[in-house]
């Protein structure tokens, strides 16, 4: 019979939480299209994993309405927001639900029905290749299959709870 997992001291907890909220991050919305029905949500715990061959990782709160698709298997874009994005990154982060968030900011579908932000400093389009539980999230990672870049590098950063400009 497995123990049931150790609840870490309340403390620990809080000065993990204060730590992460020094650490800046570029804000992305994740999103999909599987079977014609668009979600998405905005996401920080997103990295590079390798280039051989190009993947990327992406966590996602098993709570979350996007996580029993990501879990099927399916398509996504990892949408790089740029500074001009705090609205859509407030939109996709819960102030509208389900299909509701597609009305803020600029959407297409690429060919294979994934939706991606038009106007985002980059989308990075993948199928999910792996996947694993650990705790609250399940880290997916992506198998990159395009990329596209638009515009200047000038990134929407979350850090200490609010949303901010590289500059």
Known sequence: MAEAP??????????????????AATVTIISTGEGGERQGMTATAVTSVTTDPPAILVC?????????????GT?????????????VAGAFGGKLQGAA?????????????????????????????ALMIYGTHTIFVGKVDEVRLFGDIAPLIYQDGR?????
Request: net charge negative; with cysteine.
């Open 6 to 23: 150790v609840q870490p001291p309340a403390e620990l907890v809080a000065a993990f939480k204060g730590a992460m909220r020094r650490l």
């Open 163 to 167: 949303y901010i400009k590289a500059s």
């Open 101 to 129: 968030r597609f009305t803020a900011g600029e959407w297409s579908d690429n060919e294979t029905g994934v939706p991606f932000l038009t106007d985002a400093q980059a989308n990075i389009f993948c199928t999910v290749d």
């Open 75 to 87: 398509r996504f874009c990892v949408n790089l927001l740029k500074d001009a994005h705090a609205e």
């Open 60 to 72: 996602v709160n098993q709570s979350a309405s996007l996580h029993p698709v990501m879990a099927s």
